[in-house]
């Protein structure tokens, strides 16, 4: 059965700001660093416990909770038809090292804010409705990012992934081990069951919304993106006594590779992005020589051609830059500019509306869950507007009534598509 207005608006005024700026307050204490971000990298000490929190939210909510094989966690209100595909909404708890409260914890808290008014306003749908937690979005500490969704769409990746070593050398199956010891028994749920819609919100890590006075992004499409890891192999020496010639000295050849990189990665028209965020020379010691030197680049663009011709050429102009040493060049993840169903796009624009909220459609530069999910099932996502545009950053901030507009989109999308 179709929802009506004045049941969606029932629905939209049962959101609770108060609430939902509580609930972000309790997850950041989770990881919570003296600068005011957090620290809560994918199935640490810190995520599992925030995890544990978020099941124990949920059950008060007589939600059941059920994890699949790569951890991500389901959050099911029963629908009046217990056959019907699922509506579901969601994002990830798991942050950047320096990461704010914000970015994924809103998508989570968002759909827990839509579980406490549809119990609020005495909601009943026909669907059932989800509110998802995906594992290790940030790929901080596990490469590459937006794993949980990944495999959740792509089960044929599962083995993979759970081989990946994390920067810490913990193993991503152990890490997972870890988690379940401490969640104790939940209902398994297999990967790709399927959807009839999913929707995620987020802070829109950019400026567009605050500069414009607008509330509601309506989120077009995610650009796409290639993720590489760099090995330079060469020779450790004495730094005091090996001939400058005579080294092979990778530090010297990866710097001459990334100066190069960027060079080639410039753009008059400003769409390419180009990011080497983590450097790691080996040994590690002042006076040796590094033989070894790892690091990641992070390119994204929204032309698919522009992407396609850049990325093709990243591991030639390595080789070419390498000097006396070995470079490999590995692409661990690759996406296409994926563009949002337009039917969800009018939804949200909708939504919108009806709470009156000023909305403008924006492209995300961010990657976010909502990509994957699109493989799956008509998917959308929501921006609302963060200071200065700054996240990956502990300084990340946003008002709660903000967060609560795009709750409140959020809340009136789901039961729309629910019945
Ligand atoms: C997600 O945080 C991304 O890297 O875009
Ligand atoms: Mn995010
Ligand atoms: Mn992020």
Known sequence: ??????????????????????????????????????????????????????????????????????????????????????????????????????????????????????????????????????????????????MGSQVFARPEELERMLNVVGADGVLMRDALATFRAMAGPMDERALKSPYASFVEAHIEQAPRLEETGNTIGVVTGIQGARKYQVTVTGEEAHSGTMPMQRRKDTVLAASTMIVGLYQMMEDPADLTRFNVGRFQAFPGAPSVVPGQVKFSIDFRCPDDTLREALGCKIASLCDALSGPCDVLVEEIQRAETTPFDPNMMDIIRRAAARSKAPSMDLLSGAAHDARNMSALCPTGMVFVPCKDGISHNEAESATASDLAAGARVVAQTVAEMAG
């Open 1 to 146: 059965m179709a929802f009506t207005e004045i049941g969606l608006s029932r629905l939209s005024d049962a959101i609770n700001e108060d609430r939902l700026w509580q609930m972000h307050m309790d997850m950041a204490k989770f990881g919570a660093t003296p600068k005011g971000g957090v620290c809560r990298e994918c199935l640490t000490d810190e995520d599992n416990q925030a995890r544990v929190l978020l099941a124990e939210w949920a059950r008060s909510l007589n939600c059941t909770v059920s994890v699949d094989a790569i951890g991500n966690m389901f959050i099911r209100r029963p629908g009046t038809d217990p056959t019907a595909d699922p509506v579901a909404t969601g994002s990830h708890l798991d942050s950047q090292p320096t990461g704010g409260k914000f970015d994924g914890a809103y998508g989570v808290l968002a759909g827990m804010e839509m579980l406490h008014a549809m119990n609020d306003a005495g909601i009943t749908t026909t669907r059932p409705v989800e509110v998802i937690n995906f594992t290790n979005e940030e790929g901080g500490r596990f490469q590459p990012g937006v």
